[in-house]
């Protein structure tokens, strides 16, 4: 008997991830930038069920759902985990997803999660698998731009290495940008650990790979987070 497929669409700012499931496994995941492939990416596969989570409002949504069998995550979706957050509905369903990931992937235990793509997000599931916040700051692409659009002479550098001590222009840029994002993940990190001594680290993100390997505490890097927790979601609201 054929096995029945899941998928998931993941919008974000910038790309659309898709994963196709066999219950929870998940046996491929793809990036687009069209609207148009991801279409021709669910009509290849047809799923039995699909999730689609978009920051971008709409858009995607309305592209495809003349196919049939969506789910939309939105605020009126059941979802596994519990919330302390005190604007539930305005949470982005990026993070809802990431949480759930760690939820998925580490239930009842202290999850602290970075997802560093546009923006550079963290969130903290504690062991009653609840959602209690977190906080949203400016991603590296975006802290580069700034620095290029609101000055004069500073150029727009792309993401790279940096020296604790910039010994140039371009230099002390990516000190300031690359040291300064790691810095305020230690400096998370660091704080809740003192909350939650045994809690788990858990780095995505297209961006994930640039701090995977410089920050001090030991994570997780799951570059599939956020799809994992849409399954799960899909998974809870289908079966």
Known sequence: MKQKLNMVV??????IKTGT???????????????????AKILQESPENILVSSVR???????????????KLDAATELPIAFDYETRQTLGT????????????????????????TCLTHGLLDQTNTFLGGSIS??????LK?????TAKLPLLS???????????????????MNGILFEME????????????????????????FEKRLKEPIFAIAELNLIGLNRILTHNVY
């Open 138 to 143: 400016p991603g590296v692409e975006m802290r």
């Open 10 to 15: 993941d919008v974000g700012n910038t790309f």
């Open 57 to 71: 409002g709409d858009e995607v949504w309305g592209a495809i759902k003349d196919i049939g069998r969506l789910h």
């Open 146 to 150: 700034a620095l290029a659009h609101y």
């Open 94 to 117: 990026d993070r809802i997803a990431a949480a759930v990931g760690a939820y998925t992937l580490f239930p009842g235990q202290v999850n602290l999660f970075f997802d560093m793509g």
């Open 159 to 177: 993401p790279n290495d940096a020296e604790l001590t910039g010994k140039s222009t371009s230099g002390s840029i990516l000190s300031g940008v």
């Open 187 to 210: 400096g998370f990190i660091q704080a809740y650990r003192n909350k939650y001594p045994a809690m788990n680290v858990l780095l995505t993100g297209g961006n994930a790979s640039l």
């Open 21 to 39: 499931f066999i219950a929870d496994k998940l046996i491929a995941a793809h990036t687009f930038s069209s609207i148009e492939d991801v279409r």
